[in-house]
């Protein structure tokens, strides 16, 4: 069973969560100066593989990347 804590944990960024929306999960990332979040819109977190998560969560990290520099 897949947990929003598995899921960071795999991802391994220290600013990054992941919380369930209604109908959707979405990651926030914030480093103290600034925030963004990404929306996934699927109904469960075991609707995703791991690794599906896990590119997820780069993808989004990597456009924070390209926004925030």
Same mark, same amino acid.
């Given at each position: ?5 598995? !899921?960071?944990?795999? !991802? *391994? =960024?220290?600013?990054? =969560?992941?919380?369930? *929306?209604? *109908?959707?999960? @979405?990651?926030?990332?914030? %480093? *103290?100066? @600034?925030?963004? %979040? ?8 075991? %609707?995703?593989?791991? %690794? ?9 990290? =990597? ?7």
């Amino acid at each position: 069973m897949l947990t929003a804590k598995k !899921i960071i944990k795999a !991802i *391994g =960024n220290p600013y990054l =969560n992941l919380y369930r *929306g209604k *109908g959707y999960q @979405y990651f926030t990332y914030y %480093d *103290g100066s @600034y925030y963004e %979040d990404y929306s996934v819109y699927i109904n469960r977190i075991n %609707d995703y593989s791991l %690794d599906q998560w896990v590119a997820e969560g780069k993808d989004f990290l =990597n456009k924070i990347k390209t926004e925030k520099y």
